[in-house]
């Protein structure tokens, strides 16, 4: 139903430092997390951030792309050693059988008609003891809660509710769309964000001192993204998940009714 506008794929110089100084970001987190001399498939790889990040922290691997957008894929092709413009299913016809070390989905799979097809299809292309990098947006953070309280649901041209996107995920759909699709989670990130300064803003929304206290008693409202480090179920370790936040949770009720005054004047 939309198309992204092709002018939002292109990266500012200070981008790439940004995102090496935000651990809140899951690229920070897959360009930190990857193994030094192992083999990346960056999924919807856009303007070619993600293999940007790895040479700048100095990693040695060797890194293929997948894109559909030609505007994109032009600014990222000659980051990557193989790159397909087009869809993963394209692309795994001509893959050898050996399979990647890590395979990177991020911010794709809310893009996508059936997430479980788009899984399986990674599956295949994933070594035995290899790990799939998946992040979503949270459709159930506190500002997206505030918008449906007031009874609204607005698209916007960038963040959760992006225009392209076809799925939403919360913590638990996310798990369970993983586990349909046969992988095993080692370790999920919550990744944290102020809900007064993002593309949509709690304070913009009428609130009583009920609903803010209900939101502020759940810890995931401050979610912004989840980040998922899988291997396939058959070899994932018999271990409790590790879970990591990271960024800090604000004084909602309080803050709350100082920025709506202040936007109100």
């Not at 894929?73 to 193989?82: G, I, K, P, T």
């Not at 953070?141 to 225009?163: C, H, K, Q, V």
């Not at 939101?215 to 070899?235: E, G, K, N």
Request: net charge negative; proline share 4%; charged share 20%.
């Amino acid at each position: 139903m939309f198309t992204r506008p092709e002018e939002s794929y292109a990266l500012d110089p200070e981008g790439l430092q940004r995102i090496l100084d935000d651990p809140a970001n899951p690229l920070f987190q897959i360009s930190a997390g990857i193994a030094q001399g192992s083999s990346v498939l960056d999924v919807g790889a856009g303007n070619g951030v993600l293999a940007q990040l790895i040479t700048a922290r100095c990693r040695s691997v060797v890194i293929d792309g997948v894109e559909p957008s030609s505007m994109a894929a032009s600014l990222a092709s000659h980051h990557y050693r193989q790159f397909h413009r087009g869809t993963l299913a394209e692309f795994s016809e001509h893959v050898s059988a050996d399979g990647y070390d890590n395979i990177v989905l991020a911010d794709v799979i809310e893009h996508t008609q059936d997430p479980v097809l788009v899984l399986q299809r990674v599956r295949e292309l994933l070594s035995l003891r290899g790990q799939l990098w998946i992040s979503v947006p949270n459709v159930a953070f506190a500002p997206i809660r505030a918008e449906l309280l007031n009874g609204s649901w607005t698209y916007s041209d960038w963040g959760i509710l992006e225009r392209t996107h076809l799925r939403f995920f919360n913590r638990s759909n996310l798990l369970e769309l993983l586990h349909a699709a046969g992988f095993g989670i080692n370790h999920l990130f919550y990744l944290c964000r102020s809900p007064f300064l993002m593309e949509k803003r709690i304070q913009d929304y009428d609130l009583d001192l009920l609903s803010l206290l209900k939101i502020r008693s759940d810890p995931l409202a401050f979610v912004y993204q989840f980040l998922a480090v899988c291997r396939l179920a058959s070899t994932a370790e018999s271990k409790e998940l590790l879970e990591t936040w990271v960024g800090l949770e604000p004084h909602l009720v309080r803050e709350y009714f100082a920025r709506r005054r202040a936007s109100q004047r």
